[in-house]
């Protein structure tokens, strides 16, 4: 079965960085598309970053800030979040879906990423 696992969250200061990390089983790495969504309390979910064989996309309030990457040979996407800002504090989860399909509905644990001074 699918099986995301997010790793790396923690309390940061305001301008610091985090290293976030998705491994992924039970799906075709390779072909997939990923992203990184993010969720704050009282807020629903939000894409921040997408990444194809070749092609990454962020969405605007992360643009210059987060960069997404991925490893095929490890199964795993990460996101290196630097700036970070109080408004970034959210739980992050990884995803996948292919070209031909919308966003999984299987969820990982997520991480919490919290940004405080």
């Known amino acids: 079965q699918v099986q995301l696992v997010e790793s790396g969250g923690g309390l940061v200061q305001p301008g610091g960085s985090l290293r976030l990390s998705c491994a992924a089983s039970?799906?075709?790495?390779?072909?997939?598309?990923l992203g990184w969504y993010r969720q704050a309390p009282g807020k629903q979910r939000e894409l921040v970053a997408t990444i194809t064989s070749g092609y990454t996309s962020y969405t605007d309030s992360v643009k210059g800030r987060f960069t997404i990457s991925r490893d095929n040979a490890k199964n795993t996407v990460y996101l290196q979040m630097n700036g970070l800002k109080p408004e970034d504090t959210a739980v992050y989860y990884c995803?996948?879906?292919?070209?031909?399909?919308?966003?999984?509905?299987?969820w990982g644990q997520g991480t919490q990423v919290t940004v405080s001074s």
């Open positions: 039970g799906i075709i790495f390779r072909s997939s598309i």
């Open positions: 995803n996948y879906r292919t070209p031909s399909t919308t966003w999984s509905n299987s």
